[in-house]
């Protein structure tokens, strides 16, 4: 069964980009994170999505960060306009809606650049 | 806030040896998860153990261990016989009830094992 998957893996951009990153949670997963992972700040939430409804985005840093869920099979989380402090790793998981609720699986990452 | 620590930020070990990294954490929640992640140079976190805070027995999962004591508010990791493969960062987490029905998680800032030959 194929795991989170995120696309791109890798993304260099320049200042005052748009970026949006994809998440294709796994397939029967309805809980899905976004988190963000830098070497000051160590892994954080950034916000989550349950049946597709935003229900914390309190760790969103700012309004340039925005998250939708349009379906149960795809996620986006963009940067408008991007600013180097945002280069980061950025992960995303998904987590089983019974039984398991409690563990999160995922994703490989996308590791952002902006110069 | 919950907060999640992990004194070690690095750690080695022979391989075939046994190596324990440390974790506590400071909740008052009574209901609430604990996790062992693995972060290889890949970068994909891989789920290593999970605990409930309710059950008073250990987790195991085949070399990997875990010692959780409730009132100490701590969970350390054991890793017995280690491998070359099992060199990492490793991170501590605990899992908070939010909305939803979903659990929130805090990671501490990783331990760095690195298992020599």
């Known amino acids: 069964d194929a795991g989170v998957i995120q696309s791109p893996r890798h993304e260099v951009t320049e200042m005052g980009q748009e970026v949006t990153l994809r998440c294709k949670p796994i397939s029967g997963h309805n809980s899905l994170f976004w988190y963000r992972q830098t070497m000051m700040r160590g892994l954080e939430l950034l916000i989550y999505f349950n049946n597709n409804v935003p229900i914390d985005d309190s760790g969103m840093p700012e309004d340039r960060f925005s998250a939708k869920m349009p379906n149960a099979s795809f996620s986006t989380l963009k940067i408008q306009p991007s600013e180097p402090r945002d280069s980061a790793v950025y992960f995303c998981?998904?987590?089983?809606?019974?039984?398991?609720?409690?563990?999160?699986?995922f994703g490989p990452g996308t590791r952002l650049t902006v110069l | 806030a919950q907060t999640v620590t992990q004194s070690q930020p690095e750690m080695s070990v022979q391989e075939a040896e046994t190596v324990t990294l440390s974790c506590t954490y400071d909740t008052s929640e009574s209901n609430y998860y604990l996790f062992w992640y693995k972060q290889p140079p890949s970068r994909q976190m891989i789920l290593v153990i999970r605990?409930?805070?309710?059950?008073?027995q250990n987790a195991t999962e085949n070399r990997f261990s875990v010692n959780f004591q409730k009132a100490a508010k701590s969970f350390s990791l054991k890793i017995s016989d280690s491998q070359l493969g099992d060199t990492a960062m490793y991170f501590c987490a605990s899992g908070l009830r939010g909305g939803g029905s979903n659990y929130k998680l805090t990671f501490g800032k990783g331990t760095l094992l690195t298992v020599n030959p």
């Open positions: 605990q409930e805070a309710y059950k008073q």
């Open positions: 998981a998904s987590s089983f809606p019974r039984g398991g609720r409690d563990t999160q699986y």
